[in-house]
């Protein structure tokens, strides 16, 4: 399933690990205390947990608010270090962290060598 995220939404990845534990009152509490930020303007927030194989996205869409998880069953997300804090990307590279590929300078993995 993939998330229907509006292209002008934006992104900040919450630099460092956090707690997976936490829920939804929890990480909105992280983003007002932590980030600084107000967690109902409609920004999408991405945490990381410890291992880097688990993701939460916390997301106010004018209506509510939406708490997401995903998991990779192998390998890691790509993730800023603490000392960037909060880090804002796309929703383009929001798609390729949540499929698992280096956000940062995403590559094709093959091109054809010629036409036809």
Do not use: C
């Amino acid at each position: 399933m993939t998330i229907a995220v509006p292209s002008d939404v934006r992104v900040w990845l919450a630099g460092g690990v956090t707690d997976m534990r936490r829920g939804m009152n929890g990480l909105t509490l992280q983003i007002q205390q932590g980030l600084g930020r107000d967690p109902h303007a409609g920004d999408l927030f991405v945490f990381r947990g410890r291992r880097g194989n688990l993701l939460k996205i916390l997301w106010h869409d004018g209506v509510g608010l939406s708490l997401y998880a995903k998991r990779l069953e192998q390998g890691r997300f790509i993730w800023p270090s603490p000392a960037d804090g909060a880090v804002a990307i796309s929703a383009a590279q929001l798609g390729y962290l949540l499929d698992g590929i280096d956000w940062r300078n995403p590559r094709h993995t093959w091109r054809p060598s010629r036409a036809g």
